[in-house]
């Protein structure tokens, strides 16, 4: 996966030419986010820049001939969080297949994180202090697929931000409809089990592979 040069926060309202159905659902975003404590990213607080670099470095790969998108990777990514939703400490503990995908899937990850854009993992820190995150992207000849996981501080919790966060998910999708946001907003669920909440994005490989060729020639 390949982060979107200049993503528009799913939290961040869009001008006044919004849709009705959108401005509603902006408004049940707020609603659930303010509901359940979840930080949304504000336009103005997030540092485009690291994005825009990561961008410039996948393109410079392509430039290069080093980045074949079709090739199998997998890396998983080890982290704890700070009071801000920042990671702390991350480090690989699984780096396979393709080297260029999987050191630009580090990238990815390292670029939403000094972006700010990982302010919803907020909450979960709040919820369990100091807690393990793990990110996982794995690409085969089918499809692609990129969790993350942690730990919460009881059963309860884990339920509760999972349904939170998936209402969350479905009222972005909508606020950004037409965008390739949509597309990854709608391809992301969240679910529980025990203590343990994850999100889980899927995707057939062929459709990443173009949305990722789309990004990199707008950029």
Same mark, same amino acid.
Request: charge should be neutral; glycine fraction near 6%; aromatic fraction near 4%.
């Given at each position: 996966?390949?982060?979107? @040069? %200049? ?29 359940? $404590?979840?930080? #949304?990213? =504000? ?11 990561? @961008?410039?470095?996948?393109? =410079? ?5 080093? !980045? ?18 920042? !990671? &702390? $400490? ?27 854009? !990982?302010?919803?993992?907020? *909450?979960?820190?709040?919820? $369990? ?8 992207? &794995? ?10 996981? %942690? ?7 884990? *339920? ?5 966060? $998936?209402? #969350? ?19 992301? &669920?969240? %679910? ?28």
């Amino acid at each position: 996966m390949i982060a979107s @040069a %200049s993503p528009t926060p799913a939290g961040s309202p869009t001008p006044s030419d919004q849709k009705p159905e959108i401005s509603a659902a902006q408004k049940e975003l707020d609603r659930v986010a303010a509901e359940n $404590n979840i930080e #949304l990213p =504000k336009e103005g607080e997030i540092n485009k820049k690291a994005l825009k670099d990561f @961008a410039a470095d996948a393109n =410079k790969l392509k430039n290069e001939g080093k !980045l074949d998108l079709n090739q199998p990777f997998e890396i998983v990514i080890e982290s704890e969080l700070d009071e801000n939703g920042k !990671l &702390k $400490n991350p480090r690989f503990t699984k780096k396979a297949g393709d080297p260029h995908l999987a050191e630009l899937s580090g990238g990815m990850i390292g670029a939403l994180n000094d972006s700010g854009f !990982l302010v919803y993992l907020k *909450r979960i820190n709040e919820d $369990n202090p100091g807690t393990k995150i793990i990110f996982t992207v &794995k690409q085969d000849q089918t499809e692609v697929v990129a969790t993350v996981e %942690s730990d919460t501080s009881s059963i309860d919790s884990a *339920r509760k931000l999972a349904n939170g966060f $998936n209402i #969350l998910l479905a009222a972005g999708a909508i606020t950004r409809k037409g965008k390739d946001e949509e597309v990854l907003l709608k391809n992301t &669920k969240v %679910s529980s089990d025990e203590k343990r909440i994850k999100f889980n994005f899927t995707m057939p490989r062929q459709l990443v592979v173009d949305l990722i060729k789309k990004q990199l020639a707008a950029s």
